[in-house]
């Protein structure tokens, strides 16, 4: 598991944001990545707004890319954190 280090780092995307991008995630279906976990409310927020194949875990995004560990997806949806770690 990742853990949070900067605790302005850990803020859940609010879900009219994921209502913004219904559209362009219907127009381009398939499987949903958030690599930034939080409280791993987006399985919860995209899930009401009917998309089920979403993966978003706690884990650390960049060890799994320098591992190329990276899941497949169809589409990268994120709001990431802005701190140095």
């Known amino acids: 598991a990742f853990a949070v280090t900067a605790t302005s780092d850990h803020a859940e995307t609010p879900a ?3 209502e ?3 559209p362009f995630l219907r127009a381009a279906p398939g499987q949903i990545y958030d690599p930034y976990f939080c409280d791993g409310g ?3 927020k995209l899930g ?3 998309f089920r194949d979403v993966i ?3 884990r650390d995004f960049y060890a799994d890319v320098a591992a190329a560990r ?3 997806h169809d589409a990268l949806v ?3 954190p802005y701190s140095g770690d």
């Open 16 to 18: 009219a944001a994921y």
């Open 20 to 22: 913004d991008l219904v």
């Open 42 to 44: 987006v399985v919860r």
């Open 48 to 50: 009401a707004l009917g």
């Open 56 to 58: 978003n875990e706690n």
């Open 70 to 72: 990276v899941p497949p």
């Open 78 to 80: 994120t709001n990431p």
